[in-house]
């Protein structure tokens, strides 16, 4: 593997809450143009994860690359790693005071210094890659959820990132609309998007992945293809956890 | 005297030109009132442990004295100490600092109400903690915020008669000379009372209008203002 190709550089994350260890050296490259799924139990981990990487939660120990240049302690500049690494969380998170539109340019105009016309101009072309333009001059709470996600994805995209971290985007959707986020995403991995998905959906991560990350107790306890996770017999661990959901769904 | 004349002639041009001085009390002190009341609420939310502090002590000081009190202070107090203000820049400068305190509280609690995603979407984004505050927290905030802030403006209005207290001519002053010198209390008193009443029916009218404007689409208070 080239080592050009790697766009995102996780080294040994540790962070503690209190006395509780969630993450417990978590390490892992990640390749432009690939996506990369989480899953596991509650609790072990994945969203902090997430969030030590683009210091939303500073981690305790390790390190965090984006293209060559380190993103833990970059002082002010981690307002320019934000604006490369993208993300979207299971609650939306929509500013609600704005309409779709105006919560995908605000970040535009307000960090990037872009002029009102090109910022609505862009705004309103990643609307559409989410199929939201119709409802571009809408608010949050005349959104269903399934649209607010979309709308937020948009936001994300629109500031150009290198990679989008996905913190549940469908945890809080019922089945259909958790379909129309899962479209949205399925071809923006298609598109060439590099990703990074924590979610419990196996449809999703079955179809999409380059690689799952299996994770429990604070660690990757399991990497590989979805495939060679769910078949290869020398892999048990993540079969043994879907295997829990399932028996519980069938109850 | 005939009643009509007294009305007429003596009671509302002077009511009137009492009137005039406390618009302008009222005017030159609610803008800084509420600049106040955003920087301090801000500083105290968001600013650093000393900020936080200095804007904690300054509610508590103004919350913790008559208004009469800190009055007085601008206007026969800090002369001792070279400072000397006009009886009517004393009251504004009282006023600001009594508006700014209290609409501090009520922005504070507003922005305590405002979840934290949306700071945490905003930083996400690449926003500093400032640009978010500005764009992302304060606007929903102070939306939040209005029934209360129009509750200080009312007290406002009525609290800028203790600048009689300190020689200026406004409103109920301009009354109490009327009425002592005309032994007219009753009515001279009345009068005042129902200008100032007008003068609260008008802003709670703007206020309605204010917040039905900017209410946002599809909230439960979009709703309720449209039913005003």
Not at chain 1, 72 to 100: C, E, P, W
Not at chain 1, 192 to 200: D, P
Not at chain 2, 178 to 198: D, M, N, P, Q, R
Request: hydrophobic share 50%.
């Amino acid at each position: 593997m080239n080592n050009n190709d790697i766009v995102l550089r996780v080294e040994d994350i540790h962070k503690s809450f209190g006395g509780n260890e969630v993450l417990r050296g978590v390490s892992f490259d990640v390749r432009r143009g690939e996506t990369k799924v989480f899953i596991g139990p509650s609790g072990t981990g994945k969203s902090t994860l997430l969030r030590c990487i683009n210091q939303l939660t500073p981690p305790d120990r390790g390190r965090v690359w984006l293209d060559g240049e380190e993103v833990t302690n970059s002082g002010a500049r981690i307002n320019y790693f934000r604006q490369k690494i993208g993300m979207v969380f299971q609650n939306f998170f929509l500013f609600d005071h704005l309409t779709a539109l105006r919560n995908v340019e605000l970040a535009l105009l307000k960090v990037r210094g872009m002029g009102k016309a090109e910022a609505r101009e862009k705004a309103l072309t990643e609307l559409r890659q989410v199929g939201m333009e119709d409802w571009a001059d809408h608010y949050p709470a005349e959104l269903s959820g399934g649209q607010a996600q979309r709308v937020s994805i948009a936001r994300a995209l629109a500031m150009d990132p290198d990679v989008i971290l996905f913190d549940e985007p469908t945890s809080a959707l019922d089945p259909e609309l958790t379909r129309e986020v899962l479209e949205v995403m399925k071809k923006l991995a298609r598109e060439g998007m590099t990703m990074l998905v924590v979610t419990h959906e196996m449809g999703f991560a079955c179809s999409v992945a380059n690689e799952v990350l299996f994770m429990e107790n604070g660690v990757v306890a399991e990497q590989g293809s979805p495939d060679l996770l769910l078949h290869d017999p020398r892999f048990t661990r993540m079969k043994d956890f879907i295997g829990r959901i399932d028996s519980r769904m069938e109850d | 005297m005939d009643q009509a004349v007294f009305v007429f002639d003596i009671l509302l041009p002077a009511l009137m030109q009492g009137l005039v001085v406390t618009l302008q009390l009222i005017a030159c002190s609610a803008p800084f009132g509420l600049a106040l009341g955003i920087a301090v609420a801000v500083g105290r939310q968001y600013g650093n442990p000393v900020v936080s502090w200095l804007c904690k002590t300054f509610v508590f000081l103004i919350k913790g004295t008559p208004l009469l009190l800190l009055l007085f202070i601008l206007y026969f107090g800090l002369p001792a100490v070279g400072i000397t203000f006009t009886a009517f820049v004393a009251s504004v400068v009282g006023f600001i600092l009594c508006n700014g305190a209290y609409n501090a509280e009520y922005i504070r609690g507003a922005l305590i109400s405002i979840k934290e995603g949306q700071m945490v979407a905003a930083q996400a984004l690449g926003m500093t903690r400032w640009q978010a505050i500005r764009s992302v927290i304060l606007p929903q905030a102070l939306r939040r915020a209005i029934p209360g802030l129009s509750n200080e403006f009312i007290y406002l209005i009525k609290y800028s008669s203790l600048a009689y207290m300190i020689t200026v001519i406004e409103l109920s002053g301009a009354g109490k000379l009327v009425a002592t010198k005309y032994f007219t209390y009753t009515e001279s008193f009345a009068a005042v009372g129902i200008v100032y009443l007008v003068l609260v029916t008008i802003t709670t009218v703007a206020v309605n209008i204010l917040e039905s404007r900017v209410a946002v689409p599809g909230t439960t208070r979009a709703a309720t203002a449209a039913q005003l």
